[in-house]
């Protein structure tokens, strides 16, 4: 089966009246998947920035303090702020809370280098095959 579908596109692509037929005649539905497959990836990216825009910045650090003879120990979450470095206390119970933010922040980031990745070679291709005269292609 595989190799009559083979067989059919180079017949297609060989065929005399399909000889003056421009290449952006035959691309067009590639084209278009990759174009549509541009727009994803740019929605996806604006999504997850807007996502980690919400979310917390920085680590957890923690802190003991010796009181009396006593040891207290306490959590903080460290960012910067411009060129400033900001500690800021984080009660008890908001650890977990905040730790798990700060992780889904980092998972997005990773997500965001890699939307980033897939977009600049999507324009690469569309550029390229722009250049070789592959169709008009509209970019965001």
Do not use: W
């Not at 549509?36 to 825009?53: A, F, I, N, T």
């Amino acid at each position: 089966m595989i190799i009559d579908c083979s067989i059919s596109l180079a017949l297609f692509h060989h065929k005399k009246h399909n000889h003056n037929m421009k290449v952006v005649e035959k691309d067009k539905v590639i084209d278009g998947m990759l174009s549509d497959e541009l727009k994803r990836c740019h929605e996806m990216l604006e999504s997850l920035e807007r996502s980690v825009s919400e979310l917390p910045k920085g680590s957890i650090n923690k802190r003991k303090k010796k009181y009396k003879g006593k040891v207290y120990s306490y959590f903080y979450l460290k960012y910067r702020k411009g060129e400033k470095v900001i500690n800021q206390h984080i009660p008890n119970k908001e650890i977990n809370e905040i730790s798990r933010k700060l992780e889904l922040r980092k998972k997005y980031e990773k997500e965001i280098q890699s939307y980033k990745k897939k977009i600049a070679h999507l324009n690469n291709i569309l550029r390229t095959g722009k250049k070789r005269g592959h169709g008009n292609i509209t970019q965001k």
